[in-house]
């Protein structure tokens, strides 16, 4: 079974910074892209950022443009959020996700997450 594993979420205060990670195990195939979503309480999952697998071009919301920067590591199979200049409205549980294909306006993701990783910026 193929494992997502964030990490590296904690408390900050606005305008401050962190380092996300997403781990991935139990597939050696390297899959179309993969990317950042979160999920703040009472709202829907919204798509952050993505990466493709070979780590060029990587696509942002238009929300975290410029604040946050998406990379990937192919040796060790992981991915980084850059987060700088946080603020309360990045307060969100943040997931990674494995993504197969993009149509020019939507992701098509596999069907598995992980646990995700809390952020939580404090003005």
């Known amino acids: 079974q193929v494992h997502l594993v964030e990490s590296g979420g904690g408390f900050v205060q606005a305008g401050g910074s962190l380092s996300l990670s997403c781990a991935a195990s139990?597939?050696?195939?390297?899959?179309?892209?993969m990317g950042w979503f979160r999920q703040a309480p009472g709202k829907d999952r919204e798509f952050v950022a993505a990466?493709?697998?070979?780590?060029?071009?990587?696509y942002y919301a238009g929300s975290v443009k410029g604040r946050f920067t998406i990379s990937r590591d192919n040796a060790n199979n992981t991915i980084d959020l850059q987060m700088n200049s946080l603020q309360p409205e990045d307060t969100a549980l943040y997931y990674c996700a494995d993504m197969f294909g993009f149509d020019g306006t939507a992701w098509s993701l596999y069907d598995y997450w992980g646990q995700g990783t809390q952020v939580t910026v404090s003005s």
């Open positions: 139990g597939r050696t195939v390297i899959t179309y892209a």
């Open positions: 990466i493709a697998k070979n780590g060029r071009n990587p």
